[in-house]
């Protein structure tokens, strides 16, 4: 179920729930977000520093927390990434949040987010944090998606055929993000349902063999036999390891090779400058063919 679309004067809250943010980037994403109309607030401790973290554990909650519940939020940004939620989600309480749902945005660490708003059946973006609003031009396609998705236009996507690509048709939920960290809430209540919908997946700086680990881990757990589609998107900040005889992307081939539902290759989202924002949570169509990849929302 997707969440109300925004309005002009409409409040989102940044907030920090995983780790430390230059104070810069909320500055700047504070910027971009009034250009587009929008009242920002921010959370009282989005500019915390305690290691690596933003804040302690009980300032991250009760920063989140305010703004899952406040009524008067309709959207919610995540400041930045790198690690923390798990520290945190099970403390967190999903019930007034159920009650007046609203986007909330962000990728990486914040796929924890994701996976728990997924299994209440609401939609959320997978996109650009504050980092990306700061230093993004504002004509730049990532900002302008993220925009039209708020403000109530769902994008469709077209891109080039890649050689590892398996043709085919299928639709389903897209649920999924990072790899990793999708891997850590495995056999959790965070964990994903996985039956008849699209995975998603991307990751940055994992060696190739913990790659192979943990796609030989959802092969074997039925989740790969489970999903109607694979969209692979990128995989970057790693040395391939030619002792592994594949390359990154060969492995997940490899990993969902017996397997007949379509599979596209090198989708523009992750821990790239070019990372287009998708609707996590909501039914896609996914058409791979020869010439090109098509994803409409």
């Known amino acids: 179920m997707r969440c109300p679309f925004l309005k002009p004067a409409d409040e989102i809250r940044i907030v920090s729930p995983s780790g430390a943010i230059n104070p810069k980037y909320i500055d700047g994403a504070i910027k971009t977000l009034e250009s587009w109309g929008l009242n920002v607030t921010e959370g009282q401790f989005a500019r915390s520093e305690y290691g690596r973290f933003a804040g302690t554990k009980e300032q991250r909650i009760a920063d989140l927390q305010q703004a899952l ?3 008067s939020v309709k959207a919610i940004m995540c400041s930045r990434g790198g690690y923390g939620i798990a520290q945190i989600i099970d403390k967190l309480n999903f019930t007034k949040f159920a009650h007046k749902p609203k986007w909330l945005i962000g990728f990486s660490d914040i796929t924890i987010l994701h996976n728990a708003i997924s299994n209440l059946g609401f939609a959320s973006i997978h996109g650009i944090m504050a980092k990306q609003l700061t230093e993004l031009a504002p004509d730049s396609e990532q900002l302008i998606k993220l925009k039209d998705i708020l403000f109530g236009k769902f994008p469709v ?6 050689p590892l ?16 960290v999708l891997m850590a809430m495995r056999g959790s209540q965070f964990d994903l349902d996985y039956r008849d919908n699209i995975l998603f997946l991307e990751d940055i700086a994992e060696k190739p063999y913990h790659v192979d680990r943990m796609m030989q881990n959802l092969r074997f757990s039925g989740v790969l036999s489970q999903i109607s589609g694979l969209v692979v998107g990128q995989f970057s900040d790693y040395d391939e390891d030619p002792l592994m005889m ?5 492995i ?3 990993a969902v090779s017996e397997y007949n539902y379509p599979v ?3 989708f523009p989202a992750g821990h790239v400058d070019y990372n287009l924002p998708l609707i996590l949570g909501v039914s896609v169509n996914l058409e791979v063919d020869s010439v090109s990849s098509k994803l409409v929302f």
């Open 157 to 162: 996507y077209t891109v080039s055929a890649n």
């Open 246 to 250: 594949q390359t990154v992307l060969e």
């Open 69 to 71: 519940d406040d009524s």
């Open 252 to 254: 997940i081939r490899d």
């Open 264 to 266: 596209c290759f090198n």
């Open 165 to 180: 690509n398996r043709q085919g048709k299928t639709s389903g939920k897209l649920v999924g993000g990072n790899l990793s």
